[in-house]
């Protein structure tokens, strides 16, 4: 059915958002509203233009037979510091400390558009690179990874302490807790990940690295690839980590186990990504 410009757009608009990283051809769109491909261009071009001046994201185009529109979500540099700015105040909450010196998060990764934001700016350090599948482990990562998948538009697989028998048969490795220092083991279904892949790694809280780095093993046993490793907050941490190269978005750099107290700050994210301010 032919429709208003307006109309096309809002729901060209929506289409888009609903699918990323995935290329959707003019002709789908012509035949869609019953418009010219000329029209469609020329709509493609404001919306465009829109996500680029609003931090949304970036409207690749490509032309020829073969070509169409790919949107690709990001997040501004202003947005993404407003909204770590406002994470390292929730963290920094009264009684956000737990025993053992973790760190309430349940609230915080429990809310939609803090998810939404956490997925937002994770993907956009990965924006330029190959990523197949988001992986974590069980369980308070797995809300982070959810959102992470769905803005790179890959699976994401959840790697468990104990297997469950709707699994099937798994791989499992052995680790050391870097907090802890106890082996402990891990398991993923044998069809949860291709061989060949190239994952990233999400967590929600990291201290002493040794679940990540079970994950890291648990990637070579798939004989994938590394692509990265984002954690929403690192904890202080005494001694050396078991790994080194990851990024956080949050840091936990002091906490007063007496009053209960957190100083926290912006992890590694935005210099990362954004350079220095």
């Given at each position: 059915?032919?429709?208003?410009?307006?109309?096309?757009?809002?729901?060209?608009?929506?289409?888009?958002?609903?699918?990323?990283?995935?290329?959707?051809?003019?002709?789908?769109?012509?035949?869609?509203?019953?418009?010219?491909?000329?029209?469609?261009?020329?709509?493609?071009?404001?919306?465009?233009?829109?996500?680029?001046?609003?931090?949304?994201?970036?409207?690749?185009?490509?032309?020829?037979?073969?070509?169409?529109?790919?949107?690709?979500?990001?997040?501004?540099?202003?947005?993404?510091?407003?909204?770590?700015?406002?994470?390292?105040?929730?963290?920094?909450?009264?009684d956000r400390l737990l025993p053992g010196g973790y760190v309430y998060?349940?609230?915080?990764?429990?809310?939609?558009?803090?998810?939404?934001?956490?997925?937002?700016?994770?993907?956009?350090?990965?924006?330029?690179?190959?990523?197949?599948?988001?992986?974590?482990?069980?369980?308070?990562?797995?809300?982070?990874?959810?959102?992470?998948?769905?803005?790179?538009n890959v699976p994401f697989v959840i790697v468990r302490r104990d297997?469950?028998?709707?699994?099937?048969?798994?791989?499992?490795?052995?680790?050391?807790?870097?907090?802890?220092?106890?082996?402990?083991?891990?398991?993923?279904?044998?069809?949860?990940?291709?061989?060949?892949?190239?994952?990233?790694?999400?967590?929600?809280?990291?201290?002493?690295?040794?679940?990540?780095?079970?994950?890291?093993?648990?990637?070579?046993?798939?004989?994938?690839?590394?692509?990265?490793?984002?954690?929403?907050?690192?904890?202080?941490?005494?001694?050396?980590?078991?790994?080194?190269?990851?990024?956080?978005?949050?840091?936990?750099?002091?906490?007063?186990?007496?009053?209960?107290?957190?100083?926290?700050?912006?992890?590694?994210?935005?210099?990362?990504?954004?350079?220095?301010?």
């Amino acid at each position: 059915m032919k429709t208003r410009r307006s109309d096309r757009l809002i729901d060209m608009t929506r289409y888009l958002l609903e699918r990323p990283h995935t290329l959707i051809s003019l002709t789908f769109f012509a035949d869609r509203y019953e418009s010219a491909k000329s029209s469609i261009s020329e709509d493609l071009a404001i919306i465009k233009r829109t996500f680029q001046t609003r931090g949304i994201g970036i409207l690749e185009t490509i032309p020829g037979a073969a070509g169409g529109a790919r949107f690709i979500p990001s997040i501004s540099e202003d947005e993404a510091r407003t909204f770590i700015g406002e994470m390292v105040k929730s963290l920094c909450e009264e009684d956000r400390l737990l025993p053992g010196g973790y760190v309430y998060l349940s609230d915080l990764l429990g809310n939609p558009e803090v998810l939404r934001k956490v997925g937002r700016v994770i993907a956009r350090q990965y924006i330029d690179k190959k990523v197949d599948a988001v992986m974590t482990v069980a369980t308070k990562g797995v809300p982070i990874a959810q959102s992470v998948s769905s803005y790179l538009n890959v699976p994401f697989v959840i790697v468990r302490r104990d297997s469950k028998i709707t699994e099937g048969s798994t791989v499992s490795v052995n680790y050391v807790s870097g907090s802890s220092e106890r082996i402990e083991k891990m398991e993923l279904s044998k069809r949860s990940l291709k061989r060949g892949s190239h994952v990233l790694v999400v967590d929600d809280f990291m201290k002493g690295g040794g679940t990540v780095n079970g994950m890291k093993s648990m990637i070579e046993e798939f004989e994938s690839e590394l692509v990265g490793i984002t954690v929403f907050a690192e904890g202080s941490f005494e001694g050396k980590r078991m790994v080194d190269d990851y990024t956080s978005l949050l840091k936990v750099d002091k906490v007063n186990t007496l009053d209960k107290t957190i100083h926290a700050s912006a992890g590694s994210y935005l210099e990362k990504v954004f350079g220095e301010k």
